[in-house]
């Protein structure tokens, strides 16, 4: 059977039975949901009491499709059924049922200060009591701006959204409007949000118009998205140079977050911005992942490559919702009202997501935030590789900076075929056993893991012994 997982990737396939059902036998099932066994925090039982997570999901899913408001938090990858939580400070999250966990997926990437850091917290509170919003203009919006361009020079003017959807959409408009061409190349594997045309895979061959991923796409919507191999540079190159005429833009996630973790190869960027430029093709960074978060200028600053336009989301909104997309005031003075370009938002630029994301960006260019969270990041890698291999698991990691990518192959990851050799059953299994001691990585093997500065070292330490007792186990 195949499902549709939108929420944070592309299409990927479900097991047939839950992983918990395949793993664990009907009479232990049954008898631990009626004892309702409960894991202590840093404890080793390999169940905990999820009794008012369950009741709570049944509710959820008369009223809410599926149980869930975005698709990969109902676990369908894994199996089983989420966990419902109560609130969340620094690293971790605890649950209805009382449980706790150390946070690796920090609200899939936003949370990079930990939940609810106090300079941010108080900064929304301080702006609430002024109102929520205006639906005008507010000096904010100018100080959250300026603090975008002075760290990601290739924006110099930016437009504010409210989320990575919505500002990829418009920047695939501004290139069409730019260029006055239709077509969009993508990357197999990378995500940009669930606009029509970007719900599109490879027909058979690269260079195939694409079909639509998700039924309710229309094929003619779908039918100027072409799609190829990340990493790819032979192909990709061919691609552009016999599409060049036709081509408005080429969209990359520069570290690609939504298939695993999956970095771009030495020569692949570079290459993507001097055909791009050549051709006169638009080059568009999805950096709504990697913006703040490998670096404090995004993927661009730390490969030292411009593209055209930006998209940005989650860490620039501080855990509320949030997306912006610029470039070169000569692109974005084509955006409405400047231009004509048309794109408007009622909440754009709204007083608490752009407060949120003053205080959070004001945290990060502290000096040494990002050194200290590549250094806890590479002390989790190693140890996690160094267990794994202990534990005689063949395990692949991938990272850049706090960005983590953990998959049960031998091969190396470079693009999504590649990461689709993972075992993603054994990932189902580490999954489980993972959070039932107290460590919540992404329910789905095809998400990154974030570390965020509110990770401490007895954190580290206790989810590498984990690892090592589940490897173990797997
Ligand atoms: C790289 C990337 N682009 C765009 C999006 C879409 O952002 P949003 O979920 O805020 O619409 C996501 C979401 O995870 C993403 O990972």
């Given at each position: 059977m195949i499902f549709v997982d939108l929420g944070h990737g592309s299409l990927k396939s479900r097991p047939r039975r839950s992983a918990v059902d395949r793993l664990y036998p009907l009479t232990t099932r049954c008898r631990l949901f009626l004892t309702g066994l409960r894991s202590p925090?840093?404890?080793?039982?390999l169940f905990m009491k999820t009794t008012t997570s369950k009741k709570l999901f049944a509710a959820a899913q008369r009223v809410i499709p599926g149980g869930?408001?975005?698709?990969?938090?109902?676990?369908r990858s894994v199996g089983g059924h989420p966990l419902f939580i109560k609130r969340a400070k620094g690293a971790r999250l605890y649950d209805v049922d009382g449980n706790s966990f150390i946070d690796y997926v920090l609200s899939w990437g936003p949370m990079i200060l930990g939940h609810a850091p106090a300079a941010v917290i108080q900064a929304i509170t301080r702006a609430a009591a002024n109102?929520?919003?205006?639906?005008a203009p507010t000096e904010l919006e100018i100080r959250l701006a300026h603090m975008v361009t002075e760290a990601v020079p290739s924006m110099q003017q930016v437009r504010l959204v409210n989320s990575g959807t919505e500002a990829i959409m418009s920047a695939i408009r501004l290139a069409r409007a730019h260029t006055r061409r239709d077509g969009v190349l993508k990357f197999e594997g990378c995500y940009h949000g669930h606009a029509d045309y970007l719900l599109a895979k490879a027909g058979s061959g690269v260079a195939t118009l694409g079909l639509p991923d998700s039924p309710g796409v229309p094929v003619d919507f779908t039918k100027h998205t072409l799609t190829a191999p990340y990493n790819d540079i032979n192909g990709v190159r061919k691609l552009i140079k016999s599409h060049a005429g036709k081509l408005a833009c080429v969209i990359v996630?520069?570290?690609?977050?939504?298939?695993g973790v999956v970095p771009p190869h030495d020569e692949f960027l570079p290459m993507l911005r001097a055909l791009t430029r050549e051709h006169g093709i638009v080059l568009i960074f999805?950096?709504?992942?990697?913006g703040f978060r490998v670096h404090y200028g995004g993927a661009q600053a730390l490969y030292g490559i411009e593209p055209d336009l930006t998209c940005l989301g989650k860490i620039i909104g501080g855990g509320l919702p949030v997306g912006a997309y610029g470039g070169a005031r000569e692109l974005m003075q084509q955006i409405a009202p400047a231009g004509p370009v048309y794109q408007a938002g009622t909440l754009s630029g709204n007083p608490l997501a752009v407060t949120a994301g003053i205080a959070t960006l004001k945290q990060l260019k502290v000096p040494g935030v990002y050194r200290g969270l590549e250094e806890q990041a590479r002390a989790l890698a190693e140890g996690l590789a160094e267990r794994a291999k202990r534990a005689g698991v063949p395990l692949m990691q991938t990272r850049v900076g706090s960005m983590m990518g953990a998959f049960f192959t031998k091969e190396p990851v470079v693009d999504y075929v590649s990461a689709k050799q993972s075992d993603t059953q054994r990932y189902a299994k580490y999954f489980h056993r993972m959070l039932a001691k107290g460590v919540y990585f992404a329910?789905?093997?095809?998400e990154a893991a974030f570390l965020s500065t509110a990770h401490t070292s007895r954190d580290l330490a206790h989810t590498l012994a984990s690892a090592y007792t589940v490897f173990q186990a797997l």
């Open positions: 925090w840093y404890g080793g039982a869930v408001n975005s698709p990969v938090r109902a676990f109102g929520t919003s205006y639906g996630e520069p570290v690609a977050g939504n298939m999805d950096e709504v992942i990697t329910p789905s093997q095809f």
